[in-house]
Nanobody, 115 residues
Framework: QVQLVESGGGLVQAGGSLRLSCAAS????????MGWYRQAPGKQRELVAV???????NYADSVKGRFTISRDNAKNTVYLQMDSLKPEDTAVYYC?????????WGQGTQVTVST
């Protein structure tokens, strides 16, 4: 079992920045990768960024060049630095961890970008 706790969401003006954190606990030593997803009202949940335990990262095209995912393996924590935020980035952001063949999700944190 893996527990994920997210933090760092909030309200920011367009062009601003936020940093999300996701701390994993429990049997976190076998996590293959961690990532961030988001879900806007009326839309499906979508991948934002993912990072392996080796540090390889992939991003959705919509956030490339603006968001940066990083991971501190010693702290079992993954971060999402979000810069140049746009109103269309408004969503609930969820952390996900792949542990063996199981997926674990955090509770979500709201990010709201105002014009």
């Amino acid at each position: 079992q893996v527990q994920l706790v997210e933090s760092g969401g909030g309200l920011v003006q367009a062009g601003g920045s936020l940093r999300l954190s996701c701390a994993a606990s429990g049997s976190s030593f076998s996590i293959k990768y961690m990532g961030w997803y988001r879900q806007a009202p009326g839309k499906q949940r979508e991948l934002v960024a993912v990072i392996t335990n080796g540090g390889s990262a992939n991003y959705a095209d919509s956030v490339k060049g603006r968001f940066t995912i990083s991971r501190d393996n010693a702290k079992n924590t993954v971060y999402l630095q979000m810069d140049s935020l746009k109103p269309e980035d408004t969503a609930v952001y969820y952390c996900k961890a792949r542990h063996y063949e199981n997926d674990y999700w955090g509770q979500g944190t709201q990010v709201t970008v105002s014009t």
